[in-house]
């Protein structure tokens, strides 16, 4: 998991010595959220068969009107849009939730066709036997009822994506591919 930029900052700036509104404020958002990453002190940590909550703190624009935070939920499927709504509005209560959009989570059972099928098709040319990994990644998948992202990670890798230096090893690669071929 890597480390997010705002929560750090946001540590930082509460060491600083502040106008009184501005550091409380801070030390508001601190206190929610700290540098946790799905939801624990805001009471959202939450997960069921299709994976667990994470809460990241994705925006935020400060100026002499105030400020603003744009908060990325990815939820399990079994928690609700009013849940989610309520915890926020209690962690931050001098804030106003605003621009509020949310999708519901979707999840394909591990023993349906498609997934059995494209399990069946990795362990086949891996031999890694280990539970498919659920994840809250917005992917086009979730536009279908019977879609799922499909991706090989290895744990003996060190996982870049979506990080400095973003990379995957060639070998890898090419056998990614013909998992992909086999699976189609």
Same mark, same amino acid.
């Given at each position: ?6 929560? $750090? ?5 509460? !060491?600083?010595?502040? &106008? ?14 700290? $540098? ?6 805001? /009471? ?13 703190? /994705? ?5 002499? !009107? ?9 939820? &399990?499927?079994?928690?609700?849009e009013d849940e989610?709504?309520? !915890?926020?509005?209690?962690? #931050? &209560? $001098?804030?106003?939730?605003?621009? @509020?959009?949310?999708?519901? /989570?979707? +999840? @394909? ?12 098709? +990795? ?8 539970? &498919? !990994?659920?994840?809250? /990644?917005?992917? +086009? ?8 992202a499909f991706g090989?990670?290895?744990? +003996?890798?060190?996982?870049? #994506? ?7 090893? $060639? ?14």
């Amino acid at each position: 998991c890597g480390k997010n930029a705002i929560q $750090m900052m946001i540590a930082l700036l509460c !060491k600083l010595p502040l &106008p009184e509104a501005d550091l409380s404020a801070l030390s508001a958002i601190k206190a929610a959220y700290g $540098m946790e990453y799905n939801g624990e002190s805001v /009471g959202l940590d939450k997960s069921d068969e299709s994976g667990r909550l994470t809460l990241n703190l /994705g925006l935020m624009d400060w100026n002499d !009107k105030g400020y603003a935070l744009s908060i990325d939920i990815r939820a &399990p499927i079994s928690v609700l849009e009013d849940e989610i709504s309520e !915890k926020l509005a209690a962690s #931050l &209560p $001098m804030a106003k939730l605003e621009d @509020v959009s949310f999708s519901h /989570g979707h +999840y @394909v059972p591990e023993d349906s066709e498609l997934v059995s099928g494209l399990l069946k098709v +990795y362990r086949e040319r891996t031999g890694d036997m280990s539970a &498919p !990994k659920r994840i809250g /990644g917005g992917t +086009y998948a979730r536009h279908f009822d019977t879609a799922v992202a499909f991706g090989i990670e290895r744990e +003996y890798r060190e996982n870049r #994506l979506h990080m400095v230096d973003e990379a995957l090893n $060639m070998e890898d690669f090419i056998e990614d591919v013909k998992i992909m071929a086999d699976a189609i």
